[in-house]
């Protein structure tokens, strides 16, 4: 039999703990398997809302939802970072036995494992790069990276508990001192949660120190993601015109054509995919109202909704057609009662309710009534 290299047997003779044992691997693999679900099911809702595949619809009721759904995709996101952590330090002997592969099945096992560290890591990583907005560290397209990591992760964890079944059903009960340890990480992954949930739950802003964002910093009492500057929307002047187009016509409104409509005052939020939200009261024409004017109120059609910056991923969205017609989704002129911002989406923007904050489209300058 081949011996292990000194080295390794050193270290893992250095990182020994009486406190490990196969049931408090378990516990953590199952919390982190938990938090693991969570997340990868919100994460797929929220992919699929942004790049919706022809079956999926995504209602504009509750008001809340998207906010909710996106909020614990975050939220137990970075949970898992001390979990994963834990259950790391729980096997870390492992890592170092000898020989590496007993058999091809615990050569498979063990890369189902790797495979299962690396994609966890990458998924934590990244996705901790995107709520902090640090793209620059990312040379990768984040959205395509993240979502296809996340079907090996999960699909990795399945294969990974699917193995471990009869350990966890055969491990002894957690003594006190491992019900500690339980406990200590339990309550890191709380202080995590507390930390930087404030972002969306506004009444703990103040104890979320670790927040990217928080729900009332920014221009008119509103967290902004891109500016307009950033965006490159140069100032808009007289001569902004806003371009309705349906079956019955096309129409171009100024910027007081659109004070003179009927106006209307929602209540909704701003859900970001990066986890923060803020409510704010919007006042605007409802999108309806124009989609009358050019004949398609009544009619089971989405809408291109069209900005004004030159590119960027994001640069239209789509409505689709029951939220377009939904009474509270507007072209927004105001904030809190005032003109809106630059940065915000002056001279008008999208807000509908339900709707991720990437598809809350600014500077507007199009709506185009599409085709079935």
């Given at each position: 039999?081949?011996?292990?290299?000194?080295?390794?047997?050193?270290?893992?003779?250095?990182?020994?703990?009486?406190?490990?044992?196969?049931?408090?691997?378990?516990?953590?693999?199952?919390?982190?398997?938990?938090?693991?679900?969570?997340?990868?099911?919100?994460?797929?809702?929220?992919?699929?809302?942004?790049?919706?595949?022809?079956?999926?619809?995504?209602?504009?009721?509750?008001?809340?939802?998207?906010?909710?759904?996106?909020?614990?995709?975050?939220?137990?996101?970075?949970?898992?970072?001390?979990?994963?952590?834990?259950?790391?330090?729980?096997?870390?002997?492992?890592?170092?036995?000898?020989?590496?592969?007993?058999?091809?099945?615990?050569?498979?096992?063990?890369?189902?494992?790797?495979?299962?560290?690396?994609?966890?890591?990458?998924?934590?990583?990244?996705?901790?790069?995107?709520?902090?907005?640090?793209?620059?560290?990312?040379?990768?397209?984040?959205?395509?990276?993240?979502?296809?990591?996340?079907?090996?992760?999960?699909?990795?964890?399945?294969?990974?508990?699917?193995?471990?079944?009869?350990?966890?059903?055969?491990?002894?009960?957690?003594?006190?001192?491992?019900?500690?340890?339980?406990?200590?990480?339990?309550?890191?992954?709380?202080?995590?949660?507390?930390?930087?949930?404030?972002?969306?739950?506004?009444?703990?802003?103040?104890?979320?120190?670790?927040?990217?964002?928080?729900?009332?910093?920014?221009?008119?009492?509103?967290?902004?993601n891109k500016t307009a500057a950033a965006a490159g929307v140069a100032t808009?002047?007289?001569?902004?015109?806003?371009?309705?187009?349906?079956?019955?016509?096309?129409?171009?409104?100024?910027?007081?054509?659109?004070?003179?409509?009927?106006?209307?005052?929602?209540?909704l939020p701003i859900a970001c995919v990066e986890g923060w939200s803020a409510?704010?009261?919007?006042?605007?024409?409802?999108?309806?109202?124009?989609?009358?004017?050019?004949?398609?109120?009544?009619?089971?059609?989405?809408?291109?909704?069209?900005?004004?910056?030159?590119?960027?991923a994001y640069r239209t969205s789509t409505l689709e057609a029951g939220p377009?017609?939904?009474?509270?989704?507007?072209?927004?002129?105001?904030?809190?009662?005032?003109?809106?911002?630059?940065?915000?989406?002056?001279?008008?923007?999208?807000?509908?309710?339900?709707?991720?904050?990437?598809?809350?489209?600014?500077?507007?300058?199009?709506?185009?009534?599409?085709?079935?």
């Amino acid at each position: 039999m081949v011996r292990p290299p000194d080295a390794l047997t050193a270290l893992s003779r250095r990182f020994t703990s009486p406190l490990r044992s196969p049931r408090l691997t378990a516990h953590l693999g199952l919390w982190l398997a938990a938090a693991f679900t969570v997340c990868f099911a919100t994460g797929l809702l929220s992919h699929a809302i942004q790049h919706p595949p022809g079956w999926f619809h995504w209602p504009a009721r509750p008001v809340q939802l998207y906010r909710i759904t996106q909020g614990l995709h975050i939220a137990t996101g970075l949970a898992c970072f001390p979990l994963l952590t834990a259950k790391v330090w729980s096997v870390f002997p492992k890592l170092f036995a000898w020989p590496p592969a007993r058999s091809v099945p615990h050569a498979l096992e063990r890369g189902a494992v790797a495979l299962l560290s690396g994609a966890a890591l990458f998924e934590l990583v990244t996705g901790l790069l995107n709520i902090a907005y640090w793209y620059s560290l990312m040379p990768f397209g984040f959205v395509g990276a993240h979502y296809w990591t996340a079907w090996l992760l999960i699909g990795a964890m399945l294969m990974h508990l699917a193995a471990k079944l009869p350990v966890i059903q055969a491990a002894p009960p957690a003594d006190r001192s491992r019900r500690n340890v339980l406990a200590l990480v339990g309550a890191a992954a709380g202080v995590i949660t507390v930390a930087t949930v404030g972002q969306t739950v506004r009444p703990l802003r103040r104890l979320s120190v670790l927040a990217p964002r928080l729900p009332d910093v920014g221009p008119q009492g509103l967290p902004v993601n891109k500016t307009a500057a950033a965006a490159g929307v140069a100032t808009v002047d007289a001569s902004y015109r806003l371009q309705v187009s349906g079956p019955g016509g096309r129409h171009a409104f100024s910027l007081a054509d659109l004070e003179a409509l009927p106006q209307h005052t929602a209540t909704l939020p701003i859900a970001c995919v990066e986890g923060w939200s803020a409510t704010a009261e919007w006042t605007g024409v409802r999108v309806v109202d124009l989609l009358r004017l050019v004949g398609a109120a009544d009619l089971d059609l989405p809408v291109a909704v069209e900005s004004l910056q030159p590119a960027g991923a994001y640069r239209t969205s789509t409505l689709e057609a029951g939220p377009a017609r939904d009474p509270l989704t507007l072209l927004a002129l105001r904030v809190g009662g005032a003109p809106l911002h630059p940065d915000h989406g002056y001279p008008c923007r999208l807000i509908a309710p339900n709707r991720p904050g990437v598809l809350q489209t600014k500077w507007v300058g199009a709506l185009t009534v599409l085709s079935a």
